[in-house]
């Protein structure tokens, strides 16, 4: 490299190394996250096989865009090509289990039920410090049936062959809520990056508030990421514990799917690995979260006038399977963010 400073050219060479390394471990992750599904494809919840699928997206622009320039870096493209063959195959049935099992939510869920829904990320962009609320509310601020309902009026889903695209002024009004926690406020970025996805140009029109006069659904969506930033940075502060590692994943995977990069910290990296059953491939097998949401669903089984999560569902191993979706999802999103990231001699040193 003429031109370079010797301890420049080591530097990178370093950097790159190690993000070899790093993908080798997500791939290796990744395989035994496939090992789960094509076992459990059966009995993986919606939640779940739309992680799978965010994977599987993630991984059709991975193969595509591999700098395959040395052999190790075409070894792993390899690797990937033959992991997405596998998600293919097991993915395919497990849409077909979701509709037998659950037609409902099939129907109401069906256009994020393909890989071609999901978009991932041409360009990166980072959270701002200064957007984080001064306080949260303790309680969320919905329920997941509003949720559903906003999520379908958007899909155009509400009803057989129903309008796409419609956003009441209930769904805006909690939507665009500021000061919400945990789930609620996933979920509000989750509605702005589904309505985009989903090609629906004007979420926002008819929200006369002056305060809110320029704002765009970008907006929203740095405003929520720099709080599931700062609620991250706190779970990390706190301890990684078994009630806040869901969350703090799905974090990840939304806010970098929205193409916030600086969620892809590479020690966040290790928390999430650190979660994977080394044998099943799954990931929150925790036994004391297990007896937990084992005891909840006993409970909503018991009152059947309480609607069961679609968020949560307890596997045959302990399993769950909504933060195995979230997980490899995760994942998946790290592993594109590595590969644009390879080139680093494109980029100026610092």
């Not at 004007?202 to 969506?221: F, I, P, W």
């Not at 994942?331 to 040193?349: A, F, V």
Request: hydrophobic share 35%.
């Amino acid at each position: 490299m003429p031109g370079f400073p010797l301890f420049a050219v080591l530097a990178l060479a370093a950097v790159s190394a190690s993000q070899e390394e790093l993908i080798d471990d997500i791939l290796s992750s990744l395989s035994k996250g496939a090992s789960f599904l094509e076992e459990e494809h059966q009995n993986i919840n919606l939640d779940g096989v739309v992680g799978f699928l965010i994977l599987q997206a993630e991984l059709k622009k991975a193969v595509l865009t591999w700098p395959h320039t040395d052999p190790v870096s075409w070894a792993q493209r390899t690797s990937a090509v033959a992991l997405l063959k596998r998600l293919d195959q097991s993915l395919a049935k497990a849409v077909t289990a979701l509709q037998h099992n659950d037609p409902k939510y099939y129907r109401e869920f069906e256009p994020l039920l393909t890989w071609r829904f999901w978009l991932v990320p041409q360009e990166w962009s980072s959270t701002d410090p200064s957007l984080a609320y001064s306080s949260t509310r303790t309680m969320e601020c919905y329920d997941e049936q509003l949720s559903d309902k906003c999520m379908t009026l958007l899909l155009g889903t509400w009803k057989n062959n129903g309008t796409p695209c419609i956003v009441t002024k209930s769904c805006r009004d909690t939507m665009t809520r500021f000061g919400c926690p945990h789930y609620s406020l996933s979920h509000q970025l989750l509605y702005f990056m589904i309505g985009m996805m989903k090609g629906c140009s004007s979420m926002l029109k008819g929200d006369m508030r002056a305060s809110r006069v320029n704002m765009t659904e970008r907006h929203y969506q740095k405003i929520f990421c720099s709080n599931m930033m700062k609620s991250n940075l706190e779970t990390i502060k706190d301890g990684f514990s078994g009630q806040t590692q869901d969350i703090f994943i799905e974090n990840i995977l939304l806010c970098g799917l929205a193409g916030f990069s600086d969620f892809y910290k590479a020690d966040w990296l290790q928390h999430i690995f650190k979660l994977q059953d080394q044998e099943v491939g799954c990931f929150g097998r925790d036994e004391r979260v297990i007896s937990q949401i084992i005891g909840d669903e006993l409970l909503e089984q018991l009152q059947p006038q309480r609607r069961v999560k679609r968020r949560e569902k307890t596997l045959r191993d302990g399993c769950s399977s909504h933060m195995t979706g979230v997980a490899v999802s995760a994942l998946g999103g790290y592993l594109n963010y590595y590969l644009t990231e390879q080139d680093i001699t494109k980029r100026p040193l610092s």
